[in-house]
Nanobody
């Protein structure tokens, strides 16, 4: 399993960023890909994931209505569109995969990306 991320950076409050995660090596009938984030001094938390097998999605409450997740099957890439960013969204974002959405939410992760930093500041 391999995950490669891109798209982090710095943005002002209210701005937008789009993260990309290209994945390879996945097998089986059901799996989930998405993002965790970890702010300085805080635990890593699941933010969002999508199941390529049935399109189901998950979002942590703090990002609902602001973040969307999508997948381009031809490019084996998952995207996290982050809108209305706030300073509390500042963190290192890690692409991650699990064998099921429920396991993703329980932090039972099979593979991690290298992380990309998102900074929201004026």
């Amino acid at each position: 399993l391999q995950l490669a991320e891109s798209g982090g950076g710095m943005v002002q409050p209210g701005g937008s960023l789009k993260l990309s995660c290209t994945h390879s090596g996945f097998t089986g009938n059901y799996w989930a890909v998405g993002w965790f984030r970890q702010a300085p001094g805080k635990e890593r938390e699941p933010v969002s994931c999508i199941s390529p097998s049935d399109g189901s999605t998950y979002f942590v409450d703090s990002v609902k209505g602001r973040f969307t997740i999508s997948r381009d099957a031809a490019k084996s890439t998952v995207y996290l569109q982050m809108n209305s960013l706030q300073p509390e969204d500042t963190a290192t974002y890690y692409c991650a995969s699990a064998s099921h959405t429920a396991l993703f939410r329980q932090k039972v992760i099979d593979a991690w990306g290298q992380g990309t930093v998102v900074t929201v500041s004026s």
